[in-house]
């Protein structure tokens, strides 16, 4: 995780065997992330996902740094 540009990224990635949606899973629950990031966020939330070009799965998640409520 890292800030920049006022922005929060989050990464979670992997090196193994990519396993997206038309693997075997539905991706119901990045969908559902993704949705919500954009919902609270609008275009300043946003989610790259994909595989690596090594071999693995990454996913990133950005949002605004927000001060407090």
Do not use: S
């Amino acid at each position: 995780a890292w800030a920049e540009a006022g922005a929060l990224h989050l990464v979670v990635e992997d090196d193994g065997d990519a396993m997206g949606p038309a693997e075997g899973g539905n991706g119901i629950g990045l969908k559902n992330v993704c949705d919500r990031l954009h919902a609270r966020f609008g275009d300043a939330g946003r989610c790259h996902i994909g595989r690596r070009p090594g071999g693995g799965y990454r996913v990133e998640l950005v949002m605004p740094l927000l001060g407090p409520a």
